[in-house]
T-cell receptor
Framework: DTAVSQTPKYLVTQMGNDKSIKCEQNLGHDTMYWYKQDSKKFLKIMFS???????INETVPNRFSPKSPDKAHLNLHINSLELGDSAVYFC???????????????????FGPGTRLTVL | RKEVEQDPGPFNVPEGATVAFNCTYSNSASQSFFWYRQDCRKEPKLLMSVYSSGNEDGRFTAQLNRASQYISLLIRDSKLSDSATYLC????????????FGKGTKLSVKP
């Protein structure tokens, strides 16, 4: 069983288009995340979200918006795609404890397989 | 100064060698520490958490020095399958679980 799944695995599109990447987790976790890994392999948090709060990394352009239809899903919608958006996008999830609970193991994050986005 | 710094490598070692990776972090509010492993074109996967007293999991030993804000990973008896990029990761208190990743250290184990 796939714990955290993403679709599509590959996405090739033209500049200016709007696209979405879907993420689903079947771990019963309360918190989900989106990360971007650029060509230099640097993995950086974009958003974290649970049913109470969305935390946005201030460096993320507002063309990027997470949408959560329910606890098990956190989709990423991108408007007006730019060349610099080309990267691998990873979804992840963890228990709701996170950093605030201090309980060991609750903030372990499980990653999806990634979506490789290429903007032409 | 980067929040989490690692030597990018690559570390090229023969099978059976012992190899050590180091990592430093800048935020003193860091409260949880991890090593993740990422294979080429794959997602990061948790290798092990790092506890203050140090911990071992088979051939892997992790150490934490809070005073120096330093984390290490030791791999003994390297296997070909250990070839990957090893990511040092910290979780900062009050950050809603957001992980801060180092850029990773690439390990290549040769026959």
């Amino acid at each position: 069983d796939t714990a955290v799944s993403q679709t599509p695995k590959y996405l090739v599109t033209q500049m200016g288009n709007d696209k979405s990447i879907k993420c689903e987790q079947n771990l019963g976790h309360d918190t989900m995340y989106w990360y971007k890994q650029d060509s230099k392999k640097f993995l950086k948090i974009m958003f974290s979200y649970n049913n109470k709060e969305l935390i946005i990394n201030e460096t993320v352009p507002n063309r990027f918006s997470p949408k959560s239809p329910d606890k098990a899903h956190l989709n990423l919608h991108i408007n007006s795609l730019e060349l610099g958006d080309s990267a691998v996008y990873f979804c992840a999830s963890s228990h709701s404890g996170g950093a605030t609970s201090g309980r060991l193991g609750t903030d372990t994050q499980y990653f999806g397989p990634g979506t490789r986005l290429t903007v032409l | 100064r980067k929040e989490v710094e690692q030597d990018p490598g690559p570390f090229n070692v023969p099978e059976g060698a012992t190899v050590a990776f180091n990592c430093t972090y800048s935020n003193s509010a860091s409260q949880s520490f991890f090593w993740y492993r990422q294979d080429c074109r794959k997602e990061p996967k948790l290798l092990m958490s790092v506890y203050s007293s140090g911990n071992e999991d088979g051939r892997f030993t992790a150490q934490l020095n809070r005073a120096s804000q330093y984390i290490s990973l030791l791999i003994r008896d390297s296997k070909l399958s250990d070839s990957a990029t090893y990511l040092c990761v910290v979780n900062i208190r009050g950050s809603q679980g957001n992980l801060i990743f180092g850029k990773g250290t690439k390990l290549s184990v040769k026959p």
